[in-house]
């Protein structure tokens, strides 16, 4: 009997994991057919740098000895529409413009094709993969967000892991705020003396995925010009310029709080230098729909509760970037900042690196990605060091405001109802109070009919007991009889 329950209950066991142990996903050998001849040999490399274009309506099948239940593709550049042919079924993709896009394929083919759209598209890598559970490397990216919690603007690709990577790990952990990022370079862009570098804008999706983010990025407009001056940096862009685009996307994500790097540009830059003036600008003219009315228009305006800017003095907050974080597996954001700055593989020659204030020797190390100053608040304060005191979340704020939906919802549902019951018990109501009125008549009448009967039965009995008597009279004094008939 106990070896009966001990099997019983190993096998419940064993059925237990079976269900709650996940099945990997299986990163498949793919095999390329192009239309227009090529041997597609870049797609298959895993080189951001290596890529290979092609016109519109090439169609690029992939093959493999399984199923494929889904493809992450890597462009060159944000892909316009295309379709997706997979099992007889054809899908629409391209919609957000990912230049990482996950697709679906629905499992049913080992083959996909993708058909290139018109203008043509350049790709850079294609994975497939079977159904279960992905790599943590595969970027299964949301759209940009509504409305956002905490905003950070990032002059170049790699400044936000260096300057901020104590603090957006640490916000990313818990999943309770809604972090977006913003750019003002676009590495992508024809520059001087840099060039056109598109590999940095893969290597910096790669990096914010790492510290924990998962809806995509606001991509820059600007061209990547170094300078050492304030000035100078306005050479290339001015001010105006710089400050109406960050308005725009603060008036587009509506953040409660907007994080900024130094004023003095880190090491000096002059391009971080006038990111931070433009920030500036912004926060005091994103409420005015006079300034910049056209984002104005668009998005409506917004007046940002909190505002924080890099190694800012005043005000200071100190992020503890060495904290384990349940998100992240118990690795620290610092450890995972630093992950995160090892994606960006074309700056590590660079002198550059990771730090909350005190590097691996113990010496002080400049630029900590922990210290913050709050550089300008409609809320108050801080009295500790969270970004998000005298705030609330909007995943907060959005759950009360459909509980109190709900209550009124249910209060209006239980009015309607009882307005249902009402207008449904109104004809009832009527025909009883007629039945009643009916019923009252009825014995009114009866009522009447039994007093008339009870008079007229009291006056024929009073009729009667005069006839008895004067019978009796007469029965009694016989005299009065014969006089009375003498007379006649």
Same mark, same amino acid.
């Given at each position: ?25 299986a ?16 797609l ?5 740098r ?37 099992g007889?079924?054809?899908f629409?993709?391209g ?13 049913t ?16 890598d ?11 490397w ?18 170049h ?12 790990p ?14 003002i ?5 024809p ?11 893969h290597?910096? *999706? ?6 924990g983010? #998962?809806? =995509?990025?606001q991509? @820059? /407009?600007?061209?990547d010009? %170094? ?16 400050t ?16 900024s790097?130094d ?13 931070a ?36 003095e ?16 118990g690795k ?9 700055? *090892? ?7 660079? #002198?550059? =690196?990771v730090?909350? @204030? /005190?590097?691996?020797?113990? %010496? ?13 608040t ?32 249910t ?78």
């Open positions: 009997m106990k070896k009966l329950i001990l099997t019983l209950a190993a096998s419940v066991l064993c059925l237990g994991l079976f269900f709650t142990v996940k099945t990997q996903a990163w498949l050998d793919i095999e390329f057919d192009s239309s227009d001849g090529s041997a597609c040999e870049n298959y490399d895993d080189d951001i290596s890529k290979e274009h092609f016109e519109g309506g090439t169609t690029i099948t992939v093959t493999s000895e399984e199923n494929i239940d889904s493809l992450y593709i890597e462009w060159d550049e944000e892909p316009s529409k295309w379709t997706l042919t997979s007889g079924q054809s629409e993709c919609t957000n413009g990912f230049l990482h896009e996950y697709v679906k394929t629905g499992g083919s080992n083959s996909a094709t993708i058909t290139i759209p018109d203008g043509g598209a350049t790709l850079v294609i994975y497939a993969f079977s159904a279960g559970e992905l790599p943590d595969v970027q299964v990216w949301q759209p940009p967000y509504d409305r956002a919690d905490i905003l950070y603007f990032s002059t690709s790699d400044d936000d892991v260096l300057f901020f990577g104590g603090l957006i640490t916000y990313a952990d818990s999943g309770k705020y809604r972090i977006q990022a913003a750019y370079v676009d590495h992508a862009r520059s001087d003396p840099f060039g056109n570098e598109p590999y940095r804008v290597e910096l *999706l790669n990096c914010i995925w790492t510290m983010l #998962d809806h =995509y990025p991509m @820059g /407009i600007f061209g010009w %170094y300078s050492e001056s304030l000035e100078e940096a306005e050479e290339y862009q001015s001010l105006d310029e710089v109406d685009f960050v308005t725009e996307v603060i008036r587009k994500f509506k953040p409660q709080v907007v994080i790097q004023f003095e540009g880190e090491y000096g830059h002059g391009q971080h230098r006038l990111a003036a433009a920030i500036a600008e912004a926060v005091e003219k994103t409420g005015d729909s006079s300034q910049y009315p056209d984002s104005a228009s668009k998005y409506g305006t917004w007046d940002v509760p909190k505002t924080y800017y890099h190694l800012y005043e005000n200071e907050i100190v992020i503890d970037a060495r904290v384990p974080l349940s998100g992240f597996g620290t954001a610092l450890e995972v900042a630093k992950e995160g700055y *090892l994606r960006h593989e074309s700056q590590q020659w660079m #002198d550059y =690196y730090s909350d @204030g /005190i590097d691996d020797d113990g %010496y002080m190390a400049p630029y900590p990605c922990t210290h913050f100053g709050l550089y300008r409609t809320v108050g304060l801080d009295t500790g060091n969270d970004i998000m005191e005298n705030l609330v979340a909007y995943d907060v704020q959005d759950e009360q405001a459909r509980q109190e939906t709900s209550v009124e919802e209060g209006e549902q239980e009015t309607t109802k009882a307005e249902k019951e009402k207008k449904k018990a109104s004809p009832v109501l009527i025909i009883i109070i007629i039945v009643i009125v009916i019923i009252i008549v009825v014995l009114l009448i009866l009522v009447i009919r039994v007093k008339k009967a009870q008079a007229r039965k009291k006056a024929l009995a009073a009729k009667r007991a005069r006839q008895r008597r004067a019978e009796q009279y007469r029965r009694e004094n016989p005299q009065n009889r014969t006089t009375r008939n003498n007379r006649k």
